[in-house]
């Protein structure tokens, strides 16, 4: 097979890119920015400036770094880019023409799909790195239709995920962030909970806690990033009969 340089790259076989915010948060394995958490490549492009304090506080004035990031990503082969906070969203209609790629920047885009998964009268738990910011009129600026089904619990009253993530303290202890999520978790099952969306992409180490604690589906940006690809390399089946 002959193959051909693509773009000056120096680097390939990366299908996925991920924006990263400008954080000094310890993303340990399961998180979005954490390499591991995957079982085949990405690429990671911080953009520069856009804090946790910005993302959360829906600051617009941070797309044309956002954008820059993305071209980089774009110029260096991936095919699809997603981002490590969810709030990023607010940029996704804009990026996505800009970019001309797949583009899929908060887990909340799974919404539909859950919607059409779950048993009719119960709901979606969504757990948020702070619910203050989740507003009806965040989702309906990223497209989703804000209902009663969505039960929303924020994790900005947690003192070790606040501290951790919110403050950026320099250190996370993975095991109280887990008892937090947990009990936030089997609050939102109280209240007819049909499955559990974690919205901020530092949750997913959490997930397999979440779930043995409540026996729901859980989703998460993990289990999003992991369907876009799969669609973006379907997988070659090799068998007999």
């Known amino acids: 097979m002959k193959y051909t340089i693509k773009n000056q790259q120096v680097s390939y076989g990366e299908a996925i890119g991920i924006l990263l ?5 310890p993303f340990i394995p399961g998180d979005v920015a954490n390499a591991t958490s995957y079982d085949f490549p990405v690429r990671f492009k911080k953009v520069p400036g856009f804090t946790v304090a910005r993302a959360v506080g829906k600051d617009d004035t941070v797309y044309s770094d956002l954008l820059a990031a993305a071209r980089d990503l774009a110029a260096n082969g991936v095919r ?10 607010l940029h996704q209609q804009r990026l996505r023409q800009d970019l001309g790629l797949p583009v899929f920047l908060s887990s909340l885009f799974q919404i539909p799909f859950i919607r ?3 048993p009719a009268g119960t709901g979606i738990g969504i757990i948020t790195a702070d619910s203050r910011s989740l ?4 989702f ?6 804000f209902g009663p089904d969505f039960l929303i619990s924020g994790m900005e009253s947690c003192p070790e995920f606040a501290s951790a993530v919110m403050d950026e303290k320099g250190t996370l202890d993975a095991k109280k962030i887990e008892q937090e999520i947990v009990t936030a978790a089997r609050n939102l099952t109280q209240q007819n909970a049909g499955a559990i969306l974690l919205e901020c992409s530092v949750l997913p180490p959490y997930a397999w806690a979440v779930h043995h604690a409540t026996g729901l589906p859980v989703f998460d940006t993990i289990t999003m990033i992991n369907y876009v690809f799969s669609a973006l390399e379907p997988h070659h089946y090799k068998g007999f009969m």
């Open 135 to 138: 507003t009806q009129n965040f």
């Open 80 to 89: 699809a880019v997603t981002g490590d906070c969810g709030f990023m969203a």
């Open 116 to 118: 059409h998964l779950i």
């Open 140 to 145: 309906e600026t990223i497209g989703i239709s």
């Open 21 to 25: 915010l400008d954080s000094v948060i």
